[in-house]
């Protein structure tokens, strides 16, 4: 295996990773009825998620890690954070506008307000 095919596979497994991300920012209030720790995590991924979202400016460690493996693989490299580059092409088709990026973010804080809701609520039988 050359250098240039780990690089290659470094490049795809921290894409991956970035997704699982984002999708734990998303949807992983409705883990944090597990164990703590998960909501202490969660509640750490969210901030970050959000602040990353509506900061002009502010690049993802991953993304950074992500352009550094693409750039070593000999791959093209990008400025632009990892929902910019894979996701709106993909679902907006044009560029994502400020109210879009504010109704995002709004909709990742309903989808974990509703989650947290279910988590904290008592359990039904239990005193």
Not at 15 to 40: E, P, Q, S
Not at 46 to 59: D, H, K, N, T
Request: hydrophobic share 50%; aromatic share 16%.
């Amino acid at each position: 295996m050359t250098s240039s095919n780990i690089y290659l596979f470094l490049t795809e497994l921290t894409v991956i990773v970035h997704f699982i991300f984002i999708l734990f920012v998303v949807f992983g209030g409705f883990l944090a009825y597990k164990k703590r720790w998960i909501k202490i995590v969660h509640l750490c991924s969210l901030a970050w998620g959000v602040f990353a979202e509506l900061s002009p400016g502010v690049v993802c460690p991953l993304t950074g890690l992500e352009n550094y493996f693409a750039n070593q693989a000999g791959l093209a490299t990008y400025r632009e954070d990892f929902i910019a580059r894979y996701f709106i092409p993909i679902i907006y088709q044009e560029s994502l506008s400020v109210n879009l990026q504010y109704l995002i973010v709004i909709g990742v804080i309903g989808i974990n307000l509703l989650a947290y809701n279910r988590a904290w609520r008592p359990k039904k039988g239990v005193q």
